[in-house]
């Protein structure tokens, strides 16, 4: 199926350093998500965004719905050890019911 | 706060033998879906059902695989015969579509599920 451009597909940074990731589609998207899996768990969903423009923040993360509905990019202030694991975007479609498309992932390690 | 439920956490069998994973959506969610996800292929969407209907299971083979929701408090997803390419951990995640307002999938933890 259709798949999201996710990058990077790693990242390996020191605590404390900030941390920034993004999704790119030739698809127009109606809402974009960002999850997190921790090793063993099912992805927990971070953040959504419904708005093309649209900034919202969860504590030390921030995204963004980018303005032509095709990307949207992640950031995380000040990482720390807990912030490992792996990030997904998903964008929802127009006309697409609730089925998401998901990025590949992005694998963050952080460095005490 | 509501979570989606899945059993077994984990399972182990030999090929050949029939595989049942269960998965319990959140209490209110019309929308249910069965993913797959490997190392090499990442998350693969299986099985998608709104209001219990099936209404994309492109994504799943047929000859061996089903996914029925037999109420709306219950989704199954079953492998018969499983095959060792099988193995992989398999998430359900339920969300609320309702016009124009769609509420985001929540996922379960996942079946881990080694076929030997």
């Known amino acids: 199926g259709q798949q999201l451009n996710q990058s990077p597909q790693s990242m390996f940074i020191q605590e404390g350093e900030d941390v920034s990731m993004n999704c790119t589609s030739s698809s127009i998207f109606n809402t974009w998500l960002w999850y997190k899996q921790d090793p063993g768990e099912g992805p927990v969903l971070l953040i959504a965004?419904?708005?093309?423009?649209e900034l919202t923040s969860n504590g030390r993360l921030t995204a963004q719905f980018g303005i032509t509905r095709k990307d949207s990019f992640l950031n995380i202030s000040a990482s720390i050890p807990s912030d490992v694991g792996i990030y997904f975007c998903?964008?929802?479609?127009?006309?697409?019911?609730?089925?998401?498309?998901f990025g590949g992932g992005t694998r963050l390690m952080v460095k005490p | 706060d509501a979570r989606v439920t899945q059993t077994p956490r984990h399972k182990v069998t030999e090929m050949g033998q029939e595989v049942t994973m269960r998965c319990q959506p959140i209490l209110g969610h019309n929308t249910v879906f069965w993913y797959r996800q490997t190392m090499m292929q990442g998350l693969e969407l299986l099985a998608y059902f709104r209001n219990r209907a099936p209404l994309d299971d492109s994504g799943m083979p047929k000859d061996r695989f089903s996914a029925e929701m037999p109420d709306a408090t219950l989704a199954t997803l079953k492998i018969q015969p499983s095959e060792p390419r099988d193995s992989a951990v398999y998430f359900c995640?339920?969300?609320?579509?309702?016009?124009?307002?769609?509420?985001?999938?929540?996922f379960g933890d996942g079946t881990r599920l080694s076929i030997l």
């Open positions: 995640a339920s969300g609320s579509e309702a016009g124009a307002s769609n509420q985001p999938q929540h």
């Open positions: 965004l419904y708005k093309a423009g």
């Open positions: 998903a964008g929802l479609l127009y006309n697409a019911g609730n089925m998401l498309t």
